[in-house]
């Protein structure tokens, strides 16, 4: 059984999938279940320069989710940013490419939200919630 917005990898060929509408049934992949991902909040390899956990920051006239602190080179980056409000009504996502900034413009988008990231090498994770 799955529920909202979960997200799913398949660790034999890499299919991430997120659950819009939840289901009865177990998601499974190259013949095997997909493993949920739970998102990390903290950064335990304090030996890291690179910083996970996305970073809600209000400007003057706008909020942005960034991860400033990660590279985003070919080989290691911020494969996408998705922020979902805590109702889990509605929710906004953008890929990155490598050597873009990894920040996502919520200005206009709701305020009692999460907000979650997929780094190509460490996972997923998510804001620390108040
Ligand atoms: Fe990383």
Redesign the pocket.
């Known amino acids: 059984m799955t529920e909202k917005l979960e997200i799913y990898k398949c660790n034999i060929c890499g299919n991430l999938v997120q659950v819009l509408i939840n289901g009865m049934g177990e998601l499974v992949c190259c013949g095997e279940p997909m493993q949920l991902l739970i998102p990390k909040t903290t950064e335990e390899d304090t030996s890291l320069v ?1 910083k ?1 956990v996305p970073i809600i920051k209000q400007e003057e006239n706008a909020r942005f989710v960034k991860l400033e602190h ?2 985003m080179t070919k080989e ?1 980056f ?1 494969q996408f940013i998705e922020v979902y409000s805590k109702d889990k009504s509605s929710l906004y996502l953008k890929f990155f490419n490598p050597n873009e900034p990894a920040e996502l413009d919520i200005t206009y988008f709701e305020k009692d939200i999460n907000a979650i990231e997929h ?4 996972g997923l994770w998510r804001n620390i919630n108040d």
Do not use: F, V
């Open positions: 690179e996970h990660h590279p290691h911020i780094c190509n090498l460490h």
